[in-house]
Nanobody, 126 residues
Framework: QVQLVESGGGLVQAGGSLRLSCAAS????????MGWFRQAPGKEREFVAS???????YYADSVKGRFTISRDNAKNTVYLQMNSLKPEDTAVYYC????????????????????WGQGTQVTVSS
């Protein structure tokens, strides 16, 4: 059974940093696109960042220059380093994985991912 488990969320002041982790189990995702999405109350789930099997990264404009996605294939884990956090970054953050191997492009649609974590809350106070 495939599981994605996020951790690292919490409450932080504006300007602060958090590092989210997503540990996968049940299969390896070293050859797959992994992504981070977020969903604020009353809003649709939106793309944040993705990383391909070859470590190509892609970011939403709203987080470019502040967030960094990375992966550790040995640990089957993907990370999201979030710096210079803003109150508008407040949301539940979800990890996602695509089941198609060796895709080197960008995947930023919710429908393009096959596996999802349960989410971790990030709250940024002003």
């Amino acid at each position: 059974q495939v599981q994605l488990v996020e951790s690292g969320g919490g409450l932080v002041q504006a300007g602060g940093s958090l590092r989210l982790s997503c540990a996968a189990s049940g299969r390896t995702f070293s050859r797959n696109v992994m992504g981070w999405f977020r969903q604020a109350p009353g809003k649709e789930r939106e793309f944040v960042a993705s990383i391909s099997w070859s470590d190509r990264t892609y970011y939403a404009d709203s987080v470019k220059g502040r967030f960094t996605i990375s992966r550790d294939n040995a640990k089957n884990t993907v990370y999201l380093q979030m710096n210079s956090l803003k109150p508008e970054d407040t949301a539940v953050y979800y990890c996602a994985a695509d089941s198609s191997p060796y895709y080197s492009g960008f995947k930023y649609g919710v429908e393009q991912y096959d596996y999802w974590g349960q989410g971790t809350q990030v709250t940024v106070s002003s």
